[in-house]
C-alpha cells in the first residue's frame, strides 16, 4: 500500500503564499498521478489541481492564475504553491495518489492523507 503525508500548513495572513507538501511512501510499482483536494466545514470537499508522473498539471479553476503544482519524481513529491491566499481559501487540504501496485500483475489504487489545515485570516 502507498502512505501519503501532507505538510506545509498553517496560520498566514491574506494576500500571502504558502507551499504545501505531499510525499508518498511505502510499496508501489508507478505514481500515476497525485492531486490536491480541499474541504472547508460545512462544504463540500472540492478538486484543487493533479499532476501526473510525466509532469502534466491541471488546475481547477478556483485556483487557477493563483495556484502552481509541481512534482519532483525522485522524491515521490507533490507540491502545491498558494499565491495571494484569502478567507475564501481556508480549509484541510488532502493529497490524493493515484498508483499502480502488485507482483506479476498490476493494480490501479488510490490513497489519501490525513490533510493539512490552512487557515487565512483577514
Known amino acids: 500500500q502507498v502512505q501519503v503525508l501532507e505538510s506545509g500548513g498553517g496560520l498566514v495572513q491574506a494576500g500571502e503564499s504558502l507551499t504545501l507538501s505531499c510525499i508518498a511512501s511505502?510499496?508501489?510499482?508507478?505514481?500515476?498521478?497525485m492531486g490536491w483536494f480541499r474541504q472547508a466545514p460545512g462544504k463540500q470537499r472540492e478538486w484543487v489541481a493533479t499532476?501526473?508522473?510525466?509532469?502534466?498539471?491541471e488546475v481547477a479553476q478556483i485556483a487557477k492564475g493563483r495556484f502552481n503544482i509541481s512534482m519532483d519524481n525522485a522524491k515521490n513529491t507533490v507540491y502545491l504553491r498558494m499565491n495571494d491566499l484569502s478567507f475564501n481559501d481556508s480549509a484541510l487540504y488532502s493529497c490524493?495518489?493515484?498508483?499502480?501496485?502488485?507482483?506479476?500483475?498490476?493494480?490501479?489504487?488510490?490513497?489519501w492523507g490525513q490533510g493539512t489545515l490552512v487557515t487565512v485570516s483577514s
Open positions: 499532476i501526473t508522473a510525466g509532469g502534466y498539471s
Open positions: 511505502g510499496t508501489f510499482v508507478r505514481l500515476n498521478t
Open positions: 490524493k495518489v493515484d498508483y499502480l501496485h502488485g507482483w506479476l500483475i498490476y493494480q490501479r489504487s488510490e490513497s
